[in-house]
């Protein structure tokens, strides 16, 4: 049996489940009051920028990233490690941690509400309820110490105050939802009893419990085997066009931004390189990083060859260069790039490259 | 479907259970640890119905000067102290201030360690700067001459006295080992995951971080429960902990020092014994507990 095959609508599983009573508490206790504007767009990042100050200097992760989610929409945020991409997801989320992270400029405007300039307190309520997020390592991200479903159950808890039995109850059904099978006995399980991809399912599972408006994936499947990855992808994007959420995936790995996501930001040392649907982006990408990230992908057809690399390592982000930050790396290089940091242009059909030499690189 | 449900919840009988679980498990089937508790259990009803083991009462029976020093007997199992008092009753009712002042400090060392380390760990910056240099300070005090020198600043050594010194000069070591386990537990995803769904500090430390740190302290609690029983018995010794007409194990081998070279072994082996075992029995169990709660060490 795959395990994706039985995935259910929402609506025989719990979510919809007594509909009329669980939505009238679901307003009571939502996060509403914060003025949440339900025609305003539903995620817009502008000009983030975060640092970390630590003893060595201060590092700026991030340095002006702007993007934009709606409803169904799927942005892969792709970068390799140290590109910004988890501190971005963390700056939404709120979770940076604060020292030695600071977000120094910037907004982050969630239905037209600035979640940045919020109070600690109202933020707690935006977390999994307005806004969710799937981690990494599916393994550690879980308590040991507590059942799957006491751990599930605890988004009922904290957002809507049920009472134990009754978030046991939806805990169960989350399950169900994504495709764990026998979930009504598996409430009681530790989460090492259970294999990665399963575990991967009870995180998504945790983080859909109060039907969030954004979801948010960093990296899901890096941490599974390449069968598993795929079910848990189909998962993602199956429960995403079900809710109609917006759904942004963290990844370094190309093939799966492919699959799935509508358009791409492409990082690189803290700042959005290039941003594009995925198609025109993976046909010709437009900036000299991207370009080199997807030669590096191994192909079948090139076996036997050198597979190429980009030379070098990423720029020490407490010592960014004045100039475009991929400028050491780059095979396009010249001596404006050294000094002249690249703004991010227009390219042309919504894209939008960092780089002088965009048409070189475009048409090459 | 239905096989797969039908298959695994008969996986389920022979499901293991929770780290907590896991542990509890590991310890009930060894051997060692089994016998430390027995051990301790018994020390335990010494402590707290003395009655239930001598004759005698807790103030250790009618004490004849013409019985000095007597050898084990039918009579006197244990002999006779210096001063004529059975010493079989002065083992047993020596438990109780020794056994008081090791659970009382234990739980007050522990208490005041977890919150400071849970605080500094949690929280961090100035927070912990300012916590950790207290520890530091403290931890730099030298256990035996702080205990004396305190100790005869109070004037006033009783089971009270004697306890507070102790948890002056103990909770350091406690406070340092939480603080790295919260450190440590608090850079783990879970954390950071249950940050995301809306948890509140409050319910992070008590729901994640503690149950997740706390064994380390667990394991050295257990050690200091020995600790504190021998550290009692050396003050005493010394002069500076229970004195007379308290009956303690420290004051029984304090009297018996000077006759048992003298032909009297019985004066020290049998107090010394006791005080002996019961330490053994907890840093067994402290070694067994560690066993049980880190996996890594099997």
């Given at each position: 049996m795959?395990a994706?095959?039985d995935i259910k609508?929402?609506?025989?599983v719990g979510i919809?489940r007594e509909?009329?009573?669980?939505?009238?508490?679901?307003?009571?206790?939502?996060?509403?009051?914060?003025?949440?504007?339900?025609?305003?767009?539903?995620?817009?990042?502008?000009?983030?920028?975060?640092?970390?100050?630590?003893?060595?200097?201060?590092?700026?992760?991030?340095?002006?990233?702007?993007?934009?989610?709606?409803?169904?929409?799927?942005?892969?945020?792709?970068?390799?490690?140290?590109?910004?991409?988890?501190?971005?997801?963390?700056?939404?989320?709120?979770?940076?941690?604060?020292?030695?992270?600071?977000?120094?400029?910037?907004?982050?405007?969630?239905?037209?509400?600035?979640?940045?300039?919020?109070?600690?307190?109202?933020?707690?309520?935006?977390?999994a309820?307005?806004?969710?997020?799937v981690f990494?390592?599916a393994l550690s991200s879980l308590n040991p110490v507590f059942t799957v479903g006491h751990q599930l159950a605890e988004p009922f808890r904290i957002h809507r105050g049920y009472s134990k039995q009754e978030a046991r109850k939806e805990a169960a059904s989350l399950l169900d939802l994504v495709g764990i099978p026998a979930a009504s006995g598996r409430v009681h399980d530790y989460p090492h009893q259970f294999s990665g991809g399963m575990r991967q399912r009870v995180m998504i599972a945790m983080a859909l419990a109060l039907?969030?408006?954004?979801?948010?994936?960093?990296?899901?499947?890096?941490?599974?085997?390449?069968?598993?990855?795929?079910?848990?992808?189909?998962l993602?994007?199956?429960?995403?066009?079900?809710?109609?959420?917006?759904?942004?995936?963290?990844?370094?790995?190309?093939?799966?931004?492919?699959?799935?996501?509508?358009?791409?930001?492409?990082?690189?040392?803290?700042?959005?390189?290039?941003?594009?649907?995925?198609?025109?982006?993976?046909?010709?990408?437009?900036?000299?990083?991207?370009?080199?990230?997807?030669?590096?992908?191994?192909?079948?057809?090139?076996?036997?060859?050198?597979?190429?690399?980009?030379?070098?390592?990423?720029?020490?982000?407490?010592?960014?260069?004045?100039?475009?930050?991929?400028?050491?790396?780059?095979?396009?290089?010249?001596?404006?790039?050294?000094?002249?940091?690249?703004?991010?242009?227009?390219?042309?059909?919504?894209?939008?490259?960092?780089?002088?030499?965009?048409?070189?690189?475009?048409?090459? | 479907m239905s096989e797969l449900a039908t298959a695994a919840t008969a996986g389920h009988t022979e499901r293991s259970g929770s780290l907590w679980a896991d542990a509890w498990r590991e310890l009930y089937r060894?051997?060692?640890?089994?016998?430390?508790?027995?051990?301790?259990?018994?020390?335990?009803?010494?402590?707290?119905?003395?009655?239930?083991?001598?004759?005698?009462?807790?103030?250790?029976?009618?004490?004849?000067?013409?019985?000095?020093?007597?050898?084990?007997?039918?009579?006197?199992?244990?002999?006779?102290?210096?001063?004529?008092?059975?010493?079989?009753?002065?083992?047993?009712?020596?438990?109780?201030?020794?056994?008081?002042?090791?659970?009382?400090?234990?739980?007050?060392?522990?208490?005041?360690?977890?919150?400071?380390?849970?605080?500094?760990?949690?929280?961090?910056?100035?927070?912990?700067?300012?916590?950790?240099?207290?520890?530091?300070?403290?931890?730099?005090?030298?256990?035996?001459?702080?205990?004396?020198?305190?100790?005869?600043?109070?004037?006033?050594?009783?089971?009270?006295?004697?306890?507070?010194?102790?948890?002056?000069?103990?909770?350091?070591?406690?406070?340092?080992?939480?603080?790295?386990?919260?450190?440590?537990?608090?850079?783990l995803d879970y954390v950071?995951a249950a940050?995301?769904l809306?948890a509140?500090?409050?319910s992070?430390?008590f729901r994640h971080?503690l149950p997740n740190?706390?064994a380390?302290?667990?394991?050295?609690?257990?050690?200091?429960?020995?600790?504190?029983?021998?550290?009692?018995?050396?003050?005493?010794?010394?002069?500076?902990?229970?004195?007379?007409?308290?009956?303690?194990?420290?004051?029984?081998?304090?009297?018996?020092?000077?006759?048992?070279?003298?032909?009297?072994?019985?004066?020290?082996?049998?107090?010394?014994?006791?005080?002996?075992?019961?330490?053994?029995?907890?840093?067994?169990?402290?070694?067994?507990?560690?066993?049980a709660l880190?996996p890594?060490?099997?």
């Open positions: 795959s994706t095959q609508p929402a609506d025989t919809g509909a009329s009573e669980k939505q009238s508490r679901k307003e009571a206790a939502r996060s509403d009051a914060l003025g949440f504007d339900p025609s305003a767009p539903l995620l817009e990042v502008e000009d983030l920028h975060v640092e970390f100050r630590t003893r060595e200097g201060v590092a700026h992760a991030i340095n002006g990233a702007s993007f934009s989610l709606s409803e169904g929409e799927t942005l892969g945020i792709l970068g390799e490690s140290g590109s910004g991409k988890s501190v971005t997801a963390q700056a939404i989320m709120g979770i940076l941690d604060s020292p030695p992270a600071f977000v120094t400029g910037g907004q982050v405007r969630l239905r037209g509400v600035d979640l940045l300039t919020l109070p600690e307190e109202s933020r707690r309520l935006v977390r309820d307005r806004v969710a997020m990494q390592d039907d969030p408006d954004v979801l948010i994936a960093d990296e899901p499947t890096t941490a599974l085997d390449v069968t598993v990855q795929a079910q848990i992808m189909k993602l994007a199956d429960l995403q066009a079900e809710r109609n959420m917006g759904l942004i995936l963290i990844t370094h790995d190309m093939g799966v931004v492919a699959d799935v996501a509508d358009k791409i930001c492409v990082m690189y040392a803290g700042r959005i390189v290039e941003r594009a649907d995925v198609h025109s982006t993976y046909g010709n990408p437009a900036h000299p990083y991207t370009k080199a990230l997807l030669e590096s992908i191994p192909r079948v057809d090139l076996k036997g060859q050198q597979l190429a690399t980009i030379e070098g390592l990423p720029p020490n982000l407490t010592r960014l260069p004045d100039g475009c930050s991929f400028e050491p790396r780059c095979s396009w290089a010249r001596e404006r790039c050294r000094v002249d940091d690249p703004p991010l242009y227009d390219v042309g059909a919504g894209r939008q490259s960092a780089c002088h030499y965009y048409e070189e690189v475009l048409g090459s | 060894n051997p060692i640890f089994v016998v430390a508790s027995v051990v301790i259990l018994i020390v335990m009803s010494w402590a707290v119905f003395p009655t239930l083991w001598t004759s005698t009462g807790t103030d250790g029976g009618t004490c004849e000067l013409v019985d000095s020093r007597l050898g084990p007997s039918s009579e006197h199992i244990f002999g006779t102290t210096f001063q004529g008092c059975d010493m079989y009753s002065h083992v047993i009712n020596g438990a109780r201030p020794s056994i008081i002042i090791a659970v009382l400090v234990t739980l007050a060392t522990t208490l005041i360690g977890v919150a400071l380390g849970v605080i500094a760990g949690f929280y961090g910056g100035w927070l912990d700067t300012v916590l950790s240099r207290i520890t530091d300070v403290f931890l730099g005090l030298p256990f035996l001459l702080g205990a004396l020198v305190f100790l005869a600043l109070l004037g006033e050594q009783n089971i009270w006295t004697v306890s507070a010194v102790l948890v002056v000069l103990s909770w350091p070591p406690i406070t340092r080992i939480m603080r790295g386990s919260v450190i440590q537990v608090k850079a950071e940050r995301a809306g509140s500090n409050m992070i430390i971080i740190s706390i380390p302290v667990i394991v050295l609690a257990t050690l200091y429960l020995g600790g504190f029983v021998s550290a009692e018995a050396t003050l005493t010794f010394l002069g500076v902990g229970l004195q007379i007409p308290e009956i303690s194990w420290g004051i029984t081998v304090a009297q018996g020092q000077d006759y048992a070279i003298a032909g009297y072994p019985h004066l020290l082996i049998f107090p010394c014994a006791a005080l002996i075992i019961t330490v053994l029995a907890f840093i067994v169990m402290g070694d067994a507990m560690r066993d880190d890594r060490g099997r």
